[in-house]
């Protein structure tokens, strides 16, 4: 398991995961309130990858992040 210190890396990171291979992809958030830590992580039990941030900024960049992975689902849907 591999933390990516770099926000682009990892969003990068996970979406080729995901395109791999949707089905066995797993996207985990965790929030730890009393250290103020995000941890993000996102495998496909081949590769996994984290992520790890202390920043709120980063909740918006996450929130993009997923609403990005949850436009590829939907559109995997229809097809």
Known sequence: MTYIPNW???A???ERIY???PMNCRFVIKYRHCTGELKVKI???????QYRTEHAQD???LEKLTNQLMRHM??????
Not at 43 to 49: E, G, I, K
Not at 74 to 79: F, I, P, Q, Y
Request: hydrophobic fraction near 30%.
């Open 43 to 49: 495998t496909d039990d081949t590769v996994c990858v």
């Open 19 to 21: 395109l791999t291979d």
């Open 59 to 61: 909740i918006k960049r």
């Open 12 to 14: 990068k990171a996970a």
């Open 74 to 79: 939907a559109s995997k849907e229809g097809k």
């Open 8 to 10: 682009e890396e990892f």
